[in-house]
C-alpha cells in the first residue's frame, strides 16, 4: 500500500550566494539541487583540496583550508522562509531542524551513517557534506514548537538512536546549511514529525551531560516562535541600516564608531563579516575604500587570536565581488553603529550637519540620529 505524501511539507529560503538575499522555493527541490551538475562543479575540487590537505596536514588543517571557498556554495536556510537572512528576518517558521555530523574520519563512514539515518521515520533527507567526510540531514518537528526547544529535542534523538553528537550551530533558526553534491541522497518525503519526552532521557543518559542543557516545563514545550530579544536586537540594527542608505557619515564618526568596538562586538564570525560589509559600504560611497579597508584591519585586530592580514584582505576582495549583493541586502554603515552602540559608543549630541533640534532627540537604542542621517 502506498504511503501519502507528507501535505505539510513547509517552504524554506534558499540564497544562491551567502550574501545574496533569500528566496522561497519548495523544500522538495533540495534533491534536485543535490544531485544536479551545478553542484558537482563546485564541490569536487573542494573534496579534492580537503583529502589533499588531509593526507598531509590533517582534518583540522583541511577543513581550514576549504573554509573560505565553501562559504561561497548555494546554501538553504531551512529554519523557514526569510525576509533577510537574521532572526528578525524570519517570517514563517517551517519546523525543519538541521543536523550537522562532523569528525568522521572517512566517506565510507559518511555514508554508513548516512545509511543509518535513511530508514528513520522522522528524517526527510541526508546528504553527504562537502568536504565529503561529513553528513547532514533534516529533521522534522513541531511547528507550533520554539526552535530551540526543538534543536535539543533533535539533538539528544541523534545521540539515543544514532550515539552521535550533532554540530550545535543548528540551535541558530537563521543558520546557513550549504549544498553539496551527492548523487544518492536519502530522501523521504513521508517523513513524520519527532515529538517525544526527550528531558527525562537526557537526565539519565550519560552521553547527553555537558552537550544538551535540559529545559523543561510546558512553556517550554509548547512555545509558539515569537519576537525575542535578539529578533528585536536584529530589528533595530535594520532600522539602523535603513537610515543610512542614503546618506554618508563623516570619516571622523566612522572612525570614532570603530574604535569604540571591543572584542564582544567579534565573537561570531557573522559578527566580522556585517562589520567588513558596513566599512566596504562606507567606503565604495564616501570615495574612501583605502580608509575603509584600514578600519576594517583595526576591528579585526580585536580578537588576536584569529587575526590573520591575508584573510581580511581576501575577504575584504570578496566584498568588492559580492557588490551587488550588498546592495540588494542594504548592509549600510548603519550596521557599524549598531556594533558600536552595542560596545557603549553614543552619538555626539549636535554633529556638525545636523538639523536644529534632532541632536536633542531621545534615540532609541539601535536607531542613531532620531530618525535621520547625516547630511
Not at 580537503?50 to 590533517?58: C, E, H, K, P
Not at 581550514?64 to 517558521?93: C, M, N, Q, T
Not at 538512536?161 to 548523487?183: C, H, I, T, W
Request: proline share 7%; aromatic share 10%; with cysteine.
Amino acid at each position: 500500500m502506498m504511503k501519502p505524501q507528507n501535505p505539510a511539507l513547509p517552504p524554506i529560503s534558499f540564497v544562491p550566494h551567502y550574501c545574496a538575499p533569500p528566496q522561497e522555493i519548495p523544500v522538495e527541490l533540495l534533491p534536485q539541487l543535490l544531485t544536479g551538475r551545478v553542484m558537482y562543479d563546485l564541490v569536487l575540487p573542494l573534496r579534492r583540496t580537503f583529502s589533499q590537505v588531509a593526507a598531509r596536514l590533517g582534518a583540522k588543517a583541511a577543513k581550514d583550508a576549504i573554509r573560505e571557498p565553501k562559504s561561497h556554495l548555494p546554501a538553504v536556510l531551512p529554519g523557514g522562509v526569510f525576509s533577510v537572512r537574521k532572526v528578525a528576518g524570519l517570517e514563517r517558521y517551517s519546523g525543519l531542524v538541521p543536523e550537522d555530523f562532523d569528525g568522521l574520519d572517512s566517506r565510507q563512514e559518511a555514508e554508513a551513517l548516512k545509511g543509518r539515518l535513511a530508514p528513520d521515520p522522522h528524517t526527510l533527507l541526508a546528504f553527504i557534506s562537502p568536504s565529503g567526510v561529513g553528513v547532514k540531514a533534516l529533521m522534522v518537528l513541531p511547528v507550533a514548537h520554539r526552535h530551540s526547544y526543538n534543536w535539543k529535542m533533535a539533538a539528544c534523538y541523534c545521540l539515543k538512536e544514532f550515539d552521535r553528537a550533532v554540530d550545535p550551530s543548528g540551535k541558530d533558526v537563521s543558520r546557513l546549511m550549504f549544498l553539496s553534491y551527492d548523487a544518492h541522497p536519502h530522501w523521504n518525503p513521508y517523513a513524520q514529525k519527532l515529538n517525544w519526552d526527550w528531558s527525562a532521557w537526557a537526565r539519565e543518559d550519560e552521553r547527553a551531560f555537558g552537550k544538551i542543557k535540559v529545559v523543561t516545563g510546558a512553556a517550554n514545550r509548547e512555545y509558539a516562535y515569537s519576537e525575542t530579544e535578539d529578533n528585536r536586537a536584529e530589528a533595530a540594527r535594520r532600522r539602523s541600516d535603513e537610515l543610512w542608505s542614503e546618506r554618508q557619515a563623516p570619516a571622523s564618526l566612522v572612525r570614532s564608531a570603530v574604535a569604540h568596538l571591543d572584542a564582544s562586538a567579534l565573537t561570531e564570525y557573522g559578527d566580522w563579516l556585517s562589520i567588513g560589509m558596513a566599512l566596504h559600504w562606507w567606503g565604495q560611497r564616501s570615495g574612501q575604500t583605502e580608509m575603509a579597508r584600514k578600519l576594517f584591519h583595526q576591528a579585526s585586530r580585536l580578537c588576536s587570536e584569529k587575526y590573520q592580514p591575508g584573510q581580511t584582505d581576501t575577504k575584504w576582495k570578496s566584498f568588492d565581488m559580492s557588490r551587488r549583493w550588498l546592495d540588494d541586502n542594504c548592509v549600510t554603515v548603519g550596521t557599524l553603529f549598531h556594533y558600536a552602540q552595542e560596545c557603549g559608543y553614543e552619538f555626539p549630541k549636535r554633529p556638525k550637519g545636523l538639523g536644529r533640534g534632532l541632536g536633542r532627540t531621545r534615540l532609541p537604542k539601535g536607531v542613531p540620529l532620531g530618525g535621520r542621517p547625516y547630511g
